[in-house]
C-alpha cells in the first residue's frame, strides 16, 4: 500500500450509523483500498445500565453480511481491540443497540494497483529464476564414498564399527 490514513467514526443517538464508502477519484491510475479497524471504544457519557452493540454490514463472494464486532457495557467492557480487514466498499458500522457513544478507530489504506502489478510481475520474474536456480539433490556417492539420506541431505553417518590403527 502506498499511503496510509487514521480512519475515525462514531455511533451513538442520532448517528446510529456510518458508511465507509471510498471513492475512486481519477488521478490517471486506478487506486485500491483497505479499511482495518483495530478498535471499538465505549464514550465516556455511556448510560451504565445498557449495552452497546455495533454490527458491521459488508459484502461476501456471494452475498451481503451483516454480523456484530463488538459488545460494550460500562463497568464491564469498555474496549474492544480488533483486527478486522476491508477491502471492499462499502462497508457500514450500526450501532444496533444501545445510545453510544463508541467510537470506532483504525487505517484507510491507499494503494495503486499499478504498483500492486509491478510487484507481482518481479515476483513472478523471481519465481522463475528461483525455479530454474533449484535441482534436485544428486543421489550418487560424494568424493568419501558417503552416499546421501534418502531426503537428499547430509551424508549418512560413518560406520564407526572399523578397526583403528
Known sequence: MADEYFYGATLKEGTKYVTWDPENKSDGFPRTH????KQCILGHEAAGDEYNVVQVETMTIRDTL???IAVLKVGETRQCRMDLEFSDAPVTFTLIEGKGPVHIHG????GSLVE???DMEE????????????KK????NNSKGNKPAAGGGAPAPKNDNRKRK
Open 137 to 140: 539433490p544428486k543421489l550418487t
Open 107 to 110: 487505517q484507510h489504506l491507499l
Open 34 to 37: 483497505k479499511l482495518v479497524i
Open 116 to 118: 500492486e502489478f509491478e
Open 66 to 68: 451483516r454480523i456484530p
Open 123 to 134: 515476483m513472478e520474474e523471481e519465481d522463475e529464476d528461483g525455479a530454474s536456480a533449484k
